[in-house]
Nanobody, 125 residues
C-alpha cells in the first residue's frame, strides 16, 4: 500500500523559509514521479512542482519565480520542497502526490493516483 506523509508546515512571517517533507512508503521513489500541489481557501488545487524518478528532472509553476526548490532522496524515500521568500499568497494546504508516469510540465491533479493528507502552510505577519 502506497502512503505519502507530509510534514514541515507551520506558521511563518513573510520572507521566511520552510522545508516540507514527503515521506513515501510502499513504493520505490526511483520508479515514480512525485509532485506537490497546494490549495488555498476557496480556490482550486494548483500544481506547484514535480520531480521525476530516475532522471531527477524537475518542473515548476511559473508563478513561483524560482522561490521553491524540489528535491528527492531516494535512499530515505523522501521528497522535499524548499520554500523561500514566502508570501501571504503562499498560504495553503500543501499536498504530496505520486504517479507512475514521468511528469513533463505540471500534470493536473487527476493525473496523480496517490495523495498525502496535506500539511498547512500559513504565511502571515
Amino acid at each position: 500500500q502506497i502512503q505519502l506523509v507530509e510534514s514541515g508546515g507551520g506558521v511563518v512571517q513573510p520572507g521566511s523559509s520552510l522545508r516540507l517533507s514527503c515521506a513515501a512508503s510502499g513504493l520505490g521513489l526511483s520508479d515514480y514521479a512525485i509532485g506537490w500541489f497546494r490549495q488555498a481557501p476557496g480556490k482550486e488545487r494548483e500544481g506547484v512542482s514535480c520531480i521525476n524518478g530516475n532522471h531527477f528532472s524537475t518542473n515548476y509553476a511559473d508563478y513561483l519565480k524560482g522561490r521553491f526548490t524540489i528535491s528527492r532522496d531516494n535512499v530515505k524515500n523522501t521528497v522535499y520542497l524548499q520554500m523561500n521568500s514566502l508570501k501571504p499568497e503562499d498560504t495553503a494546504i500543501y499536498f504530496c502526490v505520486a504517479r507512475e508516469r514521468r511528469c513533463t510540465g505540471l500534470p493536473g491533479p487527476a493525473l496523480y493516483a496517490w495523495w498525502g493528507q496535506g500539511t498547512q502552510v500559513t504565511v502571515s505577519s
